[in-house]
């Protein structure tokens, strides 16, 4: 009887007139058994080894999009525009792309570059600090995560959630203030000092959210170990580079500001 699942009415195999293979001899089938098995690259399978190497290959574009943005740090605006849509296109597409990862890469690295070098004529020496601390923080985590003491769960992922839509609608507050005139303040409400403890609120804020970055790696980590595991097609890499460099910028940005609030109160 004929199947009305297209998964199986599209497959020759599946039909009602598909031929029957001919026997193979004792010795065909002991070669058949003595071939070593198909490795993941072969079976066009995501692997570790694969999805560190592109995204290794993705920070290296990153990377030269930053010493473009370095030298010309007028570029920065623009490039984080373009570099926030072809974020959403990454985001949305059901496929991942190859080309739109590493556009995003270089001009998410412009972007980098270019207020990392606007917060360096202000604060010498900030930008190798926000890098060794980011260097840092991602070594941690990943180290932890490999070792098994730090998973992702349900309960800790529902908090993290809820913090990112607090910390969003925050930052979408303070931003408007800052444009409207509201604060004269550098960062806005993040220069306020906390009443009774004499410290920065972006402070405090900055430490929390620097977490949030971490346990977003912890997330990454964890879908690539699933991806791996479930035997996800090989192109699901680029998606998980994308995933990475997302945080780690995301990550960088916040120590930048966290430095740079810091070295600001002094």
Same mark, same amino acid.
Not at 39 to 60: G, H, L, N, Q, W
Not at 155 to 170: D, R
């Given at each position: 009887?004929?199947?009305?699942?297209?998964?199986?009415?599209?497959?020759?195999?599946?039909?009602?007139?598909?031929?029957?293979?001919?026997?193979?001899?004792?010795?065909?089938?002991?070669?058949?058994?003595?071939?070593?098995?198909?490795?993941?690259?072969?079976?066009?399978?995501?692997?570790?080894?694969?999805?560190?190497?592109?995204?290794?290959?993705?920070?290296?574009?990153?990377?030269?999009?930053?010493?473009?943005?370095?030298?010309?740090?007028?570029?920065?605006?623009?490039?984080?525009?373009?570099?926030?849509?072809?974020?959403?296109?990454?985001?949305?597409?059901?496929?991942?792309?190859?080309?739109?990862?590493?556009?995003?890469?270089?001009?998410? +690295? #412009?972007?980098? !570059?270019?207020?990392?070098? %606007?917060?360096?004529?202000?604060?010498? $020496? *900030?930008? &190798?600090?926000? =890098?060794?601390?980011?260097?840092?923080?991602?070594?941690?985590?990943?180290?932890?995560?490999?070792?098994?003491?730090?998973?992702?769960?349900?309960?800790?992922?529902?908090?993290?959630?809820?913090?990112?839509?607090?910390?969003?609608?925050?930052?979408?507050?303070?931003?408007?203030?800052?444009?409207?005139?509201?604060?004269?303040?550098?960062?806005?409400?993040?220069?306020?000092?906390?009443?009774?403890?004499?410290?920065?609120?972006?402070?405090?804020?900055?430490?929390?959210?620097?977490?949030?970055?971490?346990?977003?790696?912890?997330?990454?980590?964890?879908?690539?170990?699933? +991806? #791996?595991?479930? !035997?996800?097609?090989?192109? %699901?890499?680029?998606?998980?580079?994308? $995933? *990475?460099? &997302?945080?780690? =910028?995301?990550?960088?940005?916040?120590?930048?500001?966290?430095?740079?609030?810091?070295?600001?109160?002094?």
């Amino acid at each position: 009887m004929a199947s009305s699942n297209p998964a199986f009415t599209n497959s020759p195999a599946f039909k009602a007139q598909a031929a029957v293979p001919a026997a193979i001899s004792a010795q065909q089938l002991d070669e058949l058994y003595g071939r070593p098995a198909a490795t993941p690259v072969e079976t066009d399978r995501m692997t570790y080894e694969d999805t560190i190497v592109k995204t290794v290959f993705s920070f290296a574009i990153l990377l030269a999009g930053a010493v473009v943005g370095w030298i010309f740090p007028v570029l920065a605006l623009p490039a984080a525009l373009i570099g926030f849509v072809l974020a959403l296109v990454n985001i949305f597409k059901k496929k991942p792309s190859k080309a739109l990862v590493l556009s995003y890469a270089a001009f998410e +690295g #412009v972007f980098v !570059g270019g207020i990392s070098a %606007f917060f360096e004529t202000i604060y010498p $020496g *900030i930008a &190798v600090q926000a =890098v060794l601390a980011t260097l840092t923080v991602v070594g941690v985590t990943l180290a932890l995560f490999t070792s098994g003491k730090i998973r992702a769960s349900k309960k800790a992922t529902k908090i993290f959630l809820i913090a990112m839509i607090g910390y969003a609608v925050f930052s979408l507050i303070n931003l408007g203030m800052m444009f409207f005139g509201a604060t004269d303040q550098p960062f806005g409400m993040r220069s306020w000092e906390i009443p009774g403890l004499g410290i920065p609120l972006g402070v405090v804020l900055g430490v929390l959210v620097i977490f949030m970055a971490a346990y977003s790696l912890v997330l990454d980590f964890d879908n690539i170990q699933r +991806g #791996v595991r479930n !035997g996800a097609p090989r192109v %699901f890499a680029w998606q998980a580079a994308f $995933g *990475i460099m &997302v945080t780690v =910028v995301w990550l960088y940005i916040e120590i930048l500001r966290l430095i740079a609030i810091l070295r600001g109160s002094e």
